[in-house]
């Protein structure tokens, strides 16, 4: 059943909404939160890739896209012209190897979701509407996490639909590719939640940009040295521990431990599997709880 509140009626609250202006009242049906929050997703996910913006918005996140897609067509059109037993690189492993260009793309779309209202202050009129500040914040953040899953899920459809036609072995093709669209969610969850974080904290688009590739980078940065000197004096499981503190080491280790794919210390043990996942989610939802509180709070000043 759609959800509809009356014509001309106020919020629950009892408040009028901002677009009473006290004279020639729209009288037709009135959306509820629900509609709007699904349309705050979708314009949101087009927002993100510049449709329905100028045409310079479409730019960044398309070359990105493409330069993203490049290597999976040109794997595609070696399997076809040349034949192989095997993809040259696992559908897991695909995303690790783009990691720059996937931090790029989240680092500079979060701002266009999260700072662009902030800075116009248009947010107010959202949240004059009766939209809770919460759905506000989840339908950002769900609109990133699209746009972050077409970019990691396009590869791997194109890997899979390659090794398809060209005749390799159906079952085992199915299951790798499972498991890197499962590991794919985990990371985007965690990407969409701290790009939208850093995004939503500040006004300025730059600023943004520079502190969530900073932050992907740095961290991704110190993590993989610590683990690379862990390994060569012999201290595997602090190798192991120090994956936890970065999404992208979060993932090479799960992709390490799921997969064949040959990464620095890969938890071992189901303990640190658990571990690592439960750690990606936990950021993931921490990143999302601090989102809502963010806008809970722009609502109320």
Known sequence: MADRTAPGAATDGGRSVIHDLGYRPYTGPRLGSGAIARSLVLTG???????????????LPFLLL?????????????????????????????????????????????P??????????????YLARPLPSAVYAVARWLSLLLATLVFLVLPVVILYA??????????????????????????????????????????RRGFAVVATIAFLVIAN????????????????????????????????????????????????GTGMVLAYVTVLVGLSAACLGALVLRYRREASA
């Open 45 to 59: 996910f087009r927002n993100a890739f510049g449709l329905g913006r100028s045409g310079r918005s479409k730019v």
């Open 66 to 110: 493409g330069l993203n897609l490049l290597p999976a067509v040109i794997v595609a059109g070696v399997l076809a012209f040349i034949g192989l037993d095997r993809l040259p690189i696992g559908y897991a492993q695909y995303a690790s190897t783009t990691q720059v260009l996937l931090g790029v793309f989240v680092a500079s779309q979060a």
């Open 112 to 125: 266009v979701l999260f700072s662009r209202d902030l800075r116009h202050g248009t947010i107010a009129l």
């Open 162 to 203: 390659a090794a398809l036609l060209t005749e390799l072995d159906v079952a085992e093709q199915t299951r790798q590719a499972v498991v890197a669209l499962g590991l794919a969610v985990l990371l985007a969850l965690s990407l969409a939640g701290v790009a939208g974080l850093i995004a939503s904290w500040s006004t």
């Open 221 to 268: 940065g110190v993590v993989t040295a610590v683990q690379g000197i862990a390994s060569d004096e012999g201290h595997a499981q602090v190798a192991e521990v120090a994956g936890l503190f970065s999404p992208y080491s979060l993932y090479r280790g799960l992709m390490g431990a799921w997969t064949d794919a040959e990464t620095l210390a890969p938890p071992t």
